[in-house]
């Protein structure tokens, strides 16, 4: 819960959280952890990248971090629950185009 409210108070986000402490819903989408994946050279380098581009990672306390190694991924759902769109990161930087989010 302290995790939930701290990133909706960071990214001001007003639409309805899930919490899904025991990742069924995570895995149910295909979802899970990989250190290889998450540890891959051109990875860390393009992280190692930020602080010369004056990027910063998010605040988080360290109490906070739970799995590093937890794979993302983004997903549309309508009201009722429906998934209109599906994309399970194959990397940490993965991730799909807005126009592909927008027309879905």
């Known amino acids: 819960m302290a995790g939930a409210r ?3 108070e960071q990214t001001g986000c007003t639409f309805d959280l899930l919490l899904d402490p025991q990742r069924k819903v995570y895995r149910s ?14 990875i860390l380098l393009q992280y190692s990248e930020y602080g010369a581009a004056d ?8 109490h906070l971090l739970e799995d590093i190694y937890q794979m993302g991924g983004n997903f ?4 009722g629950g429906k998934v209109l769109f599906s994309h399970p990161c194959k990397n ?11 027309q879905a």
Request: aromatic fraction near 12%; glycine fraction near 4%.
């Open 92 to 102: 940490p930087l993965d991730r799909p185009a807005l126009s592909d989010i927008l």
């Open 6 to 8: 701290l990133w909706l």
């Open 55 to 62: 990027r910063d990672f998010p605040d988080i306390p360290s």
């Open 76 to 79: 549309l759902l309508d009201e």
């Open 29 to 42: 989408f295909g979802l899970g952890s990989s250190y290889s994946k998450v540890m891959r050279f051109n």
